[in-house]
């Protein structure tokens, strides 16, 4: 006689490396048992067939099946550290601007990211808010050459797609001035205008 073992295989038939509070499905190989028994890690159990699960704590987690077949027929199987739930990084960022009382232009910017990855490795992404290219290292700079309001945002992403971003406003000062004069081609001798043109926050002319 030759022991006769049912399949208790199954797979995941959605992503197995997922955010907190997003939900797996799972299917058996054989969907023609008796009865069908999940275990999800710590987090819960059931008797469906093909059933989905949401895992609302961050981890790594065992799944098994267990089976009984139309003859009576028992096996199970677990999938060791199938599942990684992931949980969303928190995104944080200093800057050494903030260490200065009037922001002038010219201003020479540096940012350091201080986010929290809750233990997963996660991606970078910079934005200045002055159009200037980005890369993604964890302390970045940039030149602001204006005066405005600039926000500089950073998102950090896991490799199971959860991210988190935060922004800071720099409030860049500083006078604008122009002027023409007329006409443009003199000889000398010869009387020249001088037309200021802009004077943003000017307070005196030398």
Same mark, same amino acid.
Not at 53 to 66: A, K, N, R, V, W
Not at 100 to 122: R, W
């Given at each position: %006689?030759?022991?006769?073992?049912?399949?208790?295989?199954?797979? @995941?038939?959605? =992503?197995?490396?997922?955010?907190?509070?997003?939900?797996?499905?799972?299917?058996?190989?054989?969907?023609?048992?008796?009865?069908?028994?999940?275990?999800?890690?710590? *987090?819960?159990?059931?008797?469906?067939?093909?059933?989905?699960?949401?895992?609302?704590?961050?981890?790594?987690?065992?799944?098994?099946?267990?089976?009984?077949?139309?003859?009576?027929?028992?096996?199970?199987?677990?999938?060791?550290?199938?599942?990684? %739930?992931? /949980?969303?990084?928190?995104?944080?960022? %200093?800057?050494? @601007?903030?260490? *200065?009382?009037?922001?002038?232009?010219?201003?020479? =910017?540096?940012?350091?990211?201080?986010?929290?990855?809750?233990?997963?490795?996660?991606?970078?992404?910079?934005?200045?808010?002055?159009? /200037?290219? =980005?890369?993604?290292?964890?302390?970045?700079?940039?030149?602001?050459? /204006?005066?405005?309001?600039?926000?500089?945002?950073?998102?950090?992403?896991?490799?199971?797609?959860?991210?988190?971003?935060?922004?800071?406003?720099?409030?860049?000062?500083?006078?604008? /001035?122009?002027?023409?004069?007329?006409?443009?081609?003199?000889?000398?001798?010869?009387?020249?205008?001088?037309?200021?043109?802009?004077?943003?926050? %000017?307070?005196?002319? =030398?």
């Amino acid at each position: %006689v030759i022991p006769f073992v049912p399949n208790a295989g199954f797979q @995941a038939t959605t =992503a197995k490396q997922i955010c907190v509070g997003e939900a797996v499905g799972f299917a058996p190989f054989n969907g023609a048992h008796v009865e069908y028994e999940w275990e999800f890690g710590n *987090l819960g159990t059931s008797t469906e067939t093909s059933p989905e699960f949401i895992f609302d704590t961050p981890g790594l987690y065992d799944i098994t099946l267990s089976i009984i077949d139309t003859f009576g027929c028992r096996n199970s199987l677990t999938r060791t550290e199938y599942i990684d %739930v992931q /949980a969303f990084p928190e995104a944080d960022f %200093v800057s050494w @601007a903030d260490t *200065l009382e009037h922001l002038c232009y010219p201003l020479s =910017a540096s940012f350091t990211d201080q986010s929290d990855g809750m233990g997963n490795p996660y991606s970078r992404e910079w934005d200045f808010g002055n159009g /200037a290219p =980005a890369v993604a290292n964890p302390t970045v700079g940039t030149q602001y050459t /204006a005066p405005g309001d600039y926000t500089v945002s950073l998102i950090v992403t896991t490799s199971a797609g959860c991210s988190d971003s935060t922004g800071h406003i720099l409030d860049v000062e500083g006078p604008i /001035a122009d002027f023409s004069l007329e006409p443009g081609l003199i000889c000398r001798g010869q009387e020249v205008t001088f037309n200021i043109t802009e004077q943003t926050d %000017v307070e005196f002319w =030398a």
